[in-house]
């Protein structure tokens, strides 16, 4: 039988496994679980083995399933989990989205940001954010291009309400080992341009269930894990 608990065990071990043939120190790459279309019994599962961070893609199912943990949880359990919004955010959603999230990895327009800096409520922390690039300029991908990188970054520093904390890309499908690893390359050497001038910059989020391991390998810090946790995902309703 399918079960969260031995596959959480499984994706621990290969991330420690791809940490080590890397000689990267144990604990450098964060899990980040991806629950998009996941039940909140499944939330509730997955807190239950300890994971207190969450990627959600989808802002409406979002709230309702932490609507539910907020029902079932205990206030300081609830309080300890970090909300990571990972999809594509439409200008009308950002209110909700700056008041629910702790982080932000799919920023890739200035108007955007500028909502979420206004909207971000006065007494939270700034809003983490990531901002997403479209490493292999795909026509119809999310995200900015790397020569982009340095203007939007400069953008953000204006806006106080949000702290720029790195970058995410999902790479270009059907690429193979060579050519993804030569996108995720791409990858570690702007985060390491941003790092040089942002000291809080310590986020680069690439790596899935099927590439974990190379995104590894090339310096990713934190991999966005979901069927590989939860099993194929049921349908968007
Ligand atoms: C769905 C999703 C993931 C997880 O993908 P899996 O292949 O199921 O691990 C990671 N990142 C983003 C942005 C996603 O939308």
Known sequence: MFSIAEQLNNVSRSIKKAESEAGRPENAVQLLPVT???SAETLQQAFELGLRIFGENYLNEALDKQQGLRESLPSSDYDAITWHFIGPIQSNKTR????????????????????????RPADRPPLAVCVQINV????????ILLDELEAFADELESMAHLQLRGLMAIPKAGQSSEQLGQSFHRM??????????YPAVDTLSMGMSADMALAIEHGSTMVRVGTALFGARPPKV
């Open 36 to 38: 998009k279309t996941q």
């Open 96 to 119: 909700a989205i700056a008041e629910h999230f702790d982080w932000v990895q799919s920023l890739d327009r200035i108007k955007i940001a500028r909502r979420l800096n206004e909207q």
């Open 188 to 197: 570690r050497a702007a985060f390491e341009g941003l790092q040089r001038r």
């Open 136 to 143: 292999d300029e795909e026509d119809t991908k999310s995200g």
